[in-house]
């Protein structure tokens, strides 16, 4: 797993206060804290570090090419709006598998590896905040001045779109989606707790579909390409140029001996061929009632759980998505012991009722960080292996509560 530290960046003021000021990047990686504290800055800085790692990696660039004319604030950053949140004092140090990044008094170093055999190329998807818009709009490719991340996970909407099955039902609700190729259209159907029928478009459906539907398909789209056919890499048209540059290379190399050229072919074909998914999502909650985003996060954790090299990254305001995290871990417990005692089957079917299996997480596999107004960065405590309820966003709710009993104790001097 990766690690990264961050100081004075944006909101960001000294970073992570433990571990020698690193963030651990697990299987679950939560986010949470106040608006404008600085998780969507870190969930893109993390992006950006990984999307280059393996750039770096496959060959697709060198280390003395990111390393110049300060391409990393002015180009790869910018990739996601961040150029203007670094400062003279700004410090980012990146620990992959393969690479480690530094940058530190405005100039970046690049180091590899020693041994970097346990690289696994990933499949990098950011999924930003405003995918809302993607459903509230046709053809929005067409529109200027739309965010590259925006637009980078519109085209791999539309590939899933036009892939997804017909009637393909979703997590949250008894609703299906469907595309119509035809006039290219995504539409969602279903029957409502009234015994309403509706078919609609994406574009006419509640806020809360608009978000959740981008968000699934694209992720189911994903996980099912690399749990089906491993082989298969999404290369962007760049990609594949200078892919077909290597091996023009490797081919017309006259001092390799045929078996040389054949392990070089293979070696290349090996560096580009993605094994993971890593999903980094802002906000999943958005617009969606707490029973929905209980639904819609073990369909996340089961996407996750497909692959035992997948990540998965959250940025979050909402207090259920850690008390259903902490539910997930917390029937992965449950699980081992009911596996190891042999649990009748009716114990088993009830736990899977409060948490499906496919989406319980180990303890060991997830962290959740807690960004202050501050800009400080502070790993939640964990009792017995599951997330404090200690937090931030569990606090404001008990203020809500106090708020409400100093109105009744005002009441009552009346």
Not at 14 to 36: H, P, S, W, Y
Not at 82 to 94: A, C, D, Q, S, W
Not at 205 to 218: D, E, H, K, T, Y
Not at 264 to 272: E, N
Request: glycine share 6%.
């Amino acid at each position: 797993m990766s690690k990264l530290r961050v100081e004075h960046f944006g909101p960001i003021t000294t970073g992570c206060a433990e571990d020698n000021g690193f963030m651990d990047f697990r299987k679950v990686t939560v986010l949470i804290g106040n608006q404008g504290t600085g998780k969507s800055s870190i969930a893109k800085l993390f992006s950006t570090c990984c999307w280059l790692e393996k750039a770096l990696f496959q060959g697709r660039l060198t280390p003395k090419y990111v390393m110049g004319y300060n391409r990393f604030v002015k180009q790869y950053c910018a990739y996601q709006n961040l150029k203007n949140y670094f400062r003279p004092g700004t410090v980012v140090e990146y620990q992959g598998s393969a690479y480690h990044l530094t940058y530190r008094n405005e100039k970046l170093l690049v180091a590899p590896v020693a041994a970097a055999s346990g690289y696994r190329v990933p499949q990098i998807m950011y999924v930003p905040a405003e995918r809302n818009f993607l459903s509230a709009v046709d053809e929005p490719d067409k529109l200027k001045g739309l965010p590259q991340s925006l637009l980078t996970f519109w085209e791999e909407l539309r590939r899933a779109q036009r892939e997804a099955p017909d009637n393909l039902a979703l997590a949250v609700g008894q609703v299906r989606f469907a595309y119509d190729k035809r006039r290219n259209i995504p539409r969602i159907s279903g029957t409502t707790a009234g015994k309403v029928a509706f078919d609609l478009r994406l574009s006419e459906a509640s806020s809360g579909f608009q978000s959740l539907v981008p968000l699934l398909l694209v992720l189911r789209h994903l996980t099912a390409r690399h749990e089906h056919d491993d082989s298969r890499s999404a290369l962007s048209a760049e990609e594949r140029r200078k892919l077909t540059v290597r091996v023009n290379e490797i081919l017309n190399n006259q001092q390799l001996t045929p078996e040389v050229r054949g392990v070089a072919l293979a070696a290349l074909s090996q560096r580009f061929r993605t094994e993971t998914l890593l999903s980094i999502v802002e906000e999943p909650e958005q617009n969606l009632f707490p029973t929905s985003q209980r639904a819609m996060l073990y369909q996340l954790l089961e996407y996750a759980n497909t692959n035992v090299g997948n990540e998965l990254v959250l940025t979050t305001h909402s207090p259920y998505i850690v008390n259903y995290l902490t539910l997930a871990i917390k029937a992965q417990e449950v699980l081992q012991k009911a596996t190891t005692q042999a649990a009748p089957t009716e114990a088993l079917q009830q736990l899977h009722s409060i948490v499906p299996a496919t989406a319980a997480v180990a303890a060991a596999d997830t962290v959740v960080y807690e960004l202050t107004e501050a800009g400080q960065i502070q790993r939640l405590a964990t009792y017995h292996g599951l997330p404090s309820d200690d937090n931030y966003l569990n606090q404001q709710l008990e203020e809500a509560n106090n708020l409400f009993a100093d109105l009744l104790g005002l009441e009552a001097t009346f």
